[in-house]
């Protein structure tokens, strides 16, 4: 599979929709795939290609373990709906994600870049590894990610980050 990451802010009905899901997760894919991917509401969704593991990584422990930590909810961190071989479905409540895009906003190039280069390399696994490109890749990325949450905030909508595996 792609490895690729992609982050939706949804309503009430689609969130509890959702939960009601939990323990099925042939049941939360078919919501995810059918009824929010198929959508690709692009006002309210963030691509992270594959820049999501170094940022989860920046934003917690330098770890791909999920909850590490407040910032580290960004991505892996929250309800995980389906935590499986296939998928990684991860929910974030109203109220958190308010609070993520708070501490998210000060966070600037500097220290992001500081927390990059501490990644362990050898835990890293993707092709050409740690490096000046990888960061310009994942800070890119992460500063479209603040954005998404910094809207899903202004709009009280709950997120969830969505990765194939």
Excluded at 51 to 64: E, K, M, S, V, Y
Excluded at 88 to 103: C, F, N, T, W
Aim: glycine share 8%; hydrophobic share 35%.
């Amino acid at each position: 599979m792609a490895c690729r990451g992609v982050l939706f802010s949804i309503t009430d009905d689609q969130s509890q929709k959702l939960r009601s899901a939990f323990g099925d997760d042939e049941a939360v894919l078919e919501i995810v795939q059918i009824e929010i991917e198929e959508a690709w509401d692009t006002a309210h969704l963030c691509e992270t290609d594959k820049a999501w593991d170094a940022i989860h990584r920046c934003l917690g422990d330098g770890t791909i373990n999920p909850n590490n930590g407040p910032l580290s909810f960004c991505i892996l961190g929250g309800e995980h709906l389906h935590l499986g071989d296939t998928y990684i479905i991860s929910l974030l409540r109203p109220e958190q994600v308010k609070i993520l895009a708070a501490e998210l906003k000060p966070l600037d190039r500097e220290w992001f870049r500081d927390k990059y280069f501490k990644i362990d390399p050898s835990e890293y696994g993707f092709p050409g590894g740690l490096g000046e490109e990888d960061f310009e890749y994942t800070w890119y990325y992460f500063e479209e990610v603040r954005k998404f949450y910094e809207q899903a905030a202004l709009e009280s909508r709950w997120t969830f980050f969505s990765v194939d595996q």
